[in-house]
């Protein structure tokens, strides 16, 4: 199955990378004038990118018309646009983008990223949630999937949050062009794949309407008949209410309480303190519970279709929900979870283009990685709130701008598709935004890396409770 490679591609560079670490740890040794506290804060991503110093105090420009003002408008704008329709969110553009040109320090700049990808990808789950689905009778979001790989992302970037503290700053870096040039490549490869397939189609469809001829030989252009029972048209409010299930939106909702809830007790807790550990460990029960019960459901109405004969899926992935399948669903969940969270990403990188893996088409794919993405986004939100990390004015601006640019990229790319014929287009925006995130966050950390090294900072792993 494709998505083997996908997922194998990811851990051997992952494990690729952390071997490698070994020998430049050996060939690099810490400067006996540099504290270890501030090679600590060098490695956070949470973000360490645009800045030499990574550990300098918060800087907050004040929000006044400028040049600086305009042009990062004109790329939170076009970057949150694109960026959720392809399902990945954009931070890769936005990080560097808040330190180069508007001058925030680096971890206040992944706050407001966060604000950013939280707004665009809102506006982008309310536009859907009035879209039909393109081919079927179901919603647009694939609940389904949303239920099996939101609990297991989110402890992924729990965990890759915690590796963020203890990776090496170069290895971070390492990564992020391993994973951002993997999967845009990838995502690129299938967009040409699936563009002709749809020429293809597109091909056989005028063929088809070639073949319609009246009694007299002549050719009947754009023949349209009525079908026996008329379709019923839907108004907006009974799409957006056939597109919402209550019940399953609700233990989605439950799920980001839980999260939400311990991290806010964890944080006010003494980091490595056994409590500590305790809260962290609460996180298990929590995402595998959700997994488990989604997973069941989905192997029972898997075994209750093929003992009658039916082999379509009422899941939008076209692959068999066997116990080996979901397992691998479950792995590929964490891995994503973890590297977007160890990158700082929020894991919509993975998401994306792992859903286009497993058969799932581009218009559902996005909607649903964009749904997923609203949790993870919004529960970083909360957190940097009640920790201050970000000023409220911006926060409050740059939102409105992602929520603009969320509704206009939706509507933009839905009517472009609609008269092109081509849900490819969705792909190929995907594979763009990720590529440019590898080139603005490759780029500045190689920088940033050759700087420590000419330093002579230390450029191994940290132990986890000295780096808090």
């Not at 999937?145 to 970037?157: D, E, K, N, W």
Request: proline share 4%; with cysteine; glycine share 8%.
């Amino acid at each position: 199955m494709a998505t083997r490679g996908f997922v194998l591609y990811l851990l051997s560079g992952f494990s690729l990378a952390i071997l490698s670490v070994f020998f430049l740890n050996n060939s690099t040794e810490r400067s006996p004038y540099q504290p270890l506290a501030f090679s600590a804060n060098s490695t956070l991503l949470l973000a360490s990118y645009g800045s030499s110093n990574p550990g300098k105090e918060k800087v907050w420009p004040n929000l006044e018309f400028s040049w600086r003002i305009v042009l990062a408008t004109m790329i939170g704008f076009l970057g949150s646009a694109f960026g959720t329709v392809g399902g990945v969110g954009g931070g890769g553009i936005f990080v560097p983008m808040l330190t180069l040109i508007v001058g925030f320090d680096t971890k206040s700049a992944a706050a407001l990223s966060k604000c950013m990808i939280m707004g665009a990808s809102a506006s982008s789950v309310w536009y859907n949630l009035r879209v039909p689905h393109p081919t079927k009778e179901v919603p647009i979001i694939d609940y389904d999937l949303a239920l099996l790989f939101q609990p297991m992302l989110m402890l992924g970037i729990t965990i890759g949050v915690a590796l963020s503290v203890v990776f090496p700053y170069w290895l971070i870096t390492v990564l992020i062009i391993i994973l951002f040039i993997g999967t845009s490549s990838r995502s690129f490869f299938k967009g040409i794949e699936m563009w002709k397939e749809e020429t293809i189609l597109k091909k056989e469809m005028a063929k088809r309407q070639e073949a319609i001829v009246n009694s007299r030989g002549e050719l009947l252009i754009d023949a349209e008949y009525e079908p026996l029972v008329p379709k019923e048209e839907k108004s907006e409010l009974q799409i957006v209410c056939f597109n919402l299930r209550w019940k399953r939106l609700l233990v989605l909702v439950g799920v980001w309480f839980c999260y939400l809830l311990i991290q806010i007790v964890k944080n006010n807790t003494p980091e490595c303190s056994t409590w500590y550990w305790v809260l962290f460990s609460l996180q298990l029960p929590a995402a595998i519970g959700v997994f488990a019960f989604e997973a069941v459901k989905l192997n029972k109405e898997h075994k209750k279709r093929i003992s009658t004969g039916n082999t379509e899926s009422i899941c939008e992935a076209s692959i068999e929900w066997t116990p080996m399948h979901l397992a691998f669903c479950a792995l590929c969940g964490i891995i994503g979870g973890t590297v977007g969270g160890l990158l700082g990403s929020g894991g919509g990188f993975v998401l994306g283009p792992l859903l286009l893996e497993i058969g799932v088409i581009p218009q559902v794919a996005s909607a649903t990685a964009t749904f997923v993405m609203m949790f993870s986004s919004s529960l970083s939100v909360v957190e940097f709130y009640l920790l201050k990390r970000f000023p409220i004015p911006y926060a409050l601006y740059l939102t409105t701008v992602s929520i603009l640019a969320g509704f206009w990229g939706q509507y933009f790319v839905r009517k472009l598709i609609t008269i092109l014929k081509r849900a490819s287009l969705i792909v190929f925006i995907l594979s763009a935004v990720i590529f440019a995130s590898a080139l603005t966050m490759g780029v500045i950390g190689i920088e940033t890396s050759i700087k420590m090294i000419r330093n002579h900072e230390f450029m191994g792993f940290l132990g986890f409770c000295s780096s808090q």
